[in-house]
């Protein structure tokens, strides 16, 4: 099976974009994005052409597990952001082409790989840790076990109308987190975080739950939402 990807290509921060069209072959219909940067990879040591007929540098992309546990492999595939290694290429395969592009709220460091250092000074800023041990009831580990799923790859913000890099609203990689610290915190101990929230997620937060259809990890982020805003609004759960 022959398909064609074309990525969007930059040297470096500074360098202006370019595409690259580059033809692949592989008889596995399982094979991953993720599989085929790899093996296009290892062509360019071999002088690999692309179909203009220039020489193909090593792409440029980060990754980690390849197996959708730590979000490092995170591009935008033919316009919807996503893991590479959880994105097949049958099934990704838009009119016989399949298009890369690094996440585009984010600083390109270079081709696929961007720099989401924002995602954790954001959760320093709205400082997301406990500073002692704490138990649970059976309802609020529940709670807190699906938002410690978040993979932090930075999905949600790509696709969210209401986020832009470096203004005040943190989006969904900020309020997942705070739904697992904020259920464990006593009334009392919530006040700081509580205004947080409000400055940094209630008052952006759109509700347009787009965020929810792009997550790797299929997280419910509706009902941490809804958790979280309880207890920073009304401050009950």
């Keep these: 099976m022959n398909y064609e990807f074309e990525i969007l290509r930059r040297e470096n921060s500074s360098a202006k974009p370019y595409l690259q069209n580059i033809s692949y072959e592989t008889e596995n219909k399982r094979e991953t994005v993720a599989t085929a940067l790899t093996n296009i990879n290892r062509a360019a040591e071999n002088a690999l052409l692309d179909r ?7 792409i440029r992309w980060e990754s980690g597990c390849l197996q959708k546990k730590c979000g490092a492999c995170a591009m935008v595939v033919n316009g919807v952001p996503g893991l590479a290694c959880d994105s097949f290429l049958e099934k990704c395969r838009k009119k016989g082409r399949i298009r890369l592009e690094p996440l585009r709220k984010f600083p390109v460091v270079a081709d696929l790989m961007v720099d989401r250092s924002i995602l954790f000074e954001n959760l320093k800023t ?3 840790w406990r500073k002692e041990a704490v138990s649970l009831d059976e309802k609020r580990r529940q709670l807190v076990y699906e938002s410690s799923k978040c993979l932090a790859c930075g999905c949600c913000l790509e696709i969210c109308p209401n986020y832009s890099f470096g203004e005040s609203f943190f989006g969904a990689a ?3 987190p705070t739904t697992r610290l904020i259920t464990t915190l006593k009334k009392e101990e919530r006040e700081s975080l509580r205004k947080a929230y409000l400055s940094h997620v209630y008052q952006g937060c ?3 739950l787009a965020c929810a259809v792009v997550c790797p990890a299929k997280l419910n982020v509706e009902q941490m939402l809804a958790a979280s805003n309880a207890l920073s609004l009304w401050r009950r759960p």
């Design 52 to 58: 203009e007929g220039r020489r193909v540098q090593p």
């Design 126 to 128: 709205m400082e997301i």
């Design 174 to 176: 900020a309020f997942v």
């Design 206 to 208: 759109g509700k347009s």
